[in-house]
């Protein structure tokens, strides 16, 4: 599943902010410094979950940037647990940390 | 001596307005004298963060690490572990879903107890007096069949006839149909109610296995909000987890 002895630190553009069940997702471009650009996808709670954290649908919109610390897939593919987004201006949407999924 | 072979019309009525409003009466004393469980409750320590994961630390109570297997018992947990992998579910089932990441709330009325999770796992806890139904009248289902009573404040709930729990969600405990769980539930506090499950199962344990487990009011949710598993985007591939891409 995700590899939890790795945590990445990824800055890029929301494309899309699904708020969903039974996971929400955030599709976020990030751009390296060399090579082409990706897209990851990084799941989230399911969106009571968010929501009694104090979120809600309109809490990231396409466009926004953020920089986020992912827990990676351990088939290296661009996708990850989400476990801290930040603003462009550095405010923390929520900090977090990945437990063991039962 | 004259006795008249019918009832009056006016005097039926009365007889009727007098039962009902009696009836009504009975159960608005009843229900004044039942506990206030109001609000949305959790696991302690087992609120999501935006993971969906609890923090470090979280316990999980009920997956059964500390229960006394026998020799069967160990057996399934074995089997269980190994096929658990690839498998997914719709919800906790009982008993995980009663120390889950899953807020629930209890609605309690004098006949009966709901206990409904955000998954929409829901438990009927008959406090009308009944027994549970007869062996041939009720067969192993994911929740089972519970009866309840109230001890002063606290709800005492029977459960029997759950189907081996794993089946439902690869988390829960590899108990057998032939399981019975005891819940004694009181809240303590404003915020917290405390319970313990005492479970014996001939087929599985060498003994009781007793759980202790609480509950903390979350205070981030005013409602149950219940939503269909719409956007499941996990999938297995040759062994490994992977997410895929959006539909949009």
Redesign the interface.
Known sequence: MFDGSKQLTLTGTVRVFQWTNPHSYIQLVVKPESGPQQEWSLEMGANVYLYNLGWRPSTVKAGDTLTVTVVPLRSGAPGGLLVEAKTADGKSLVGSSAGDRP | MNVPKTIPQRTLRCLVFSVVVSAIASLAVQAQSLPDWQGVWIAEGL????????????Q?KL?GQTAPWNEQGMARVRVAQANQADQKADGWGFP?MMNA?A?LQFLIAPHETLIIN?YRDVRHVYTDGRDHPAAGDRWPTTWGDSVGRWEGDTLVIDTVSVRDPNRYFF?NPPLSDQAHYVERLRKTGSDRIESTMTIEDPVTLTGPWVVELDYVR?T??DR??H????????EVEDG????V??K?
Do not use: M, Q, W
């Open positions: 609120t999501p963060e935006i993971s969906g994961f609890p923090g470090p630390g979280a999980y997956l995980l990441a807020p955000v988390s979350l981030g949710l149950l909000i939503d269909a598993y719409d956007n499941d985007r996990n490994l987890f992977k997410i891409p959006p949009e």
